[in-house]
C-alpha cells in the first residue's frame, strides 16, 4: 500500500527570529520618567538605509493638495499632528543634527484616512512598509513574535469567572520611546503648526 507524500512545514526560521528579537529587547529596554525605551530591532545593526527624504516629502506634496482641497481634512490632520507634538510624541529635530548621515535616516511617509463608521475621527498611518529603491523600514527590523491571544482561548475564559474586562491602552507605540542613536530612522516632515504657507519641517 502506498502512503502519500507528508509534508513537514519547518516553522524553526521564524522562531530564531523571534528568539533574536525577545533578546535584543531584553538587552535595551529601560524604564525611565514613566516610559519605556526600547531600541529599534534591527536585523542586522551595521544596517546602511537609502535615502528616502524625496518619497517623503512627494507624498507631503499629495497631503497639501488634498489638503488644499479640503479644510476639514486640514483642519482634522493639523489637529492630530500639533496634539503629537504637544504630548511630545514627536520632536522638531535640531538644527545641527540634520544634516548628519552615518547611513541610519529613514524619513517615514504619512498619510490620513478616516473610517466609514468615525467619519469625524481621522487616523494617521505611519507607513514604515512604504518601498524606496525596493525597501522598507519594516525590511530592516525584526517583527517579533505574534502575540494576540487565540479568538477561541479568549471566548472560553469569559466562562471562568463572573465579570470580564476589556481596556485599551490610548497611543500605546507612542508612549514607547526610542533612544537618540534610532530616532533618526523615524523621521518625518510636517508643516508649523500645520500652515502650509511655510516650509515643512
Known amino acids: ?11 524553526k526560521e521564524p522562531f530564531q527570529e523571534d528568539k533574536k ?9 529601560k524604564h525611565s520618567d514613566g516610559h519605556y525605551e526600547i531600541n529599534l530591532p534591527f536585523r542586522d545593526d551595521t544596517v546602511r538605509l537609502p535615502n528616502n ?13 488634498k489638503m488644499q482641497r479640503n479644510p476639514k481634512f486640514h483642519m482634522d490632520y493639523k489637529t492630530y499632528m500639533n496634539d503629537l507634538i504637544h504630548k511630545e510624541h514627536a520632536v ?12 541610519k535616516i529613514w524619513y517615514i ?6 473610517h466609514s463608521k468615525k467619519p469625524d475621527k481621522i487616523r494617521i498611518v505611519i507607513d514604515c512598509s512604504a518601498k524606496y529603491q525596493g525597501v522598507s523600514l519594516n ?18 475564559k469569559f466562562r471562568q469567572e463572573d465579570i470580564a474586562v476589556m481596556s485599551d491602552i490610548e497611543a500605546m507605540f507612542h508612549q514607547v520611546r526610542v533612544p537618540q542613536e534610532d530616532s533618526d530612522c523615524l523621521s518625518f516632515y510636517w508643516w508649523p503648526n500645520g500652515d502650509l504657507e511655510k516650509p515643512p519641517e
Open 1 to 11: 500500500m502506498d502512503f502519500p507524500e507528508r509534508v513537514i512545514d519547518d516553522k
Open 21 to 29: 528579537f525577545i533578546e535584543k529587547i531584553n538587552k535595551t529596554i
Open 53 to 65: 527624504e524625496s518619497q517623503a516629502m512627494q507624498r507631503l506634496k499629495a497631503i497639501e493638495k
Open 92 to 103: 522638531k529635530i535640531p538644527e545641527e543634527q540634520l544634516y548628519k548621515d552615518g547611513g
Open 109 to 114: 511617509p504619512h498619510h490620513g484616512v478616516y
Open 139 to 156: 525590511d530592516y527590523l525584526l517583527q517579533g513574535p505574534d502575540l494576540t491571544n487565540n479568538l477561541l482561548g479568549v471566548l472560553l
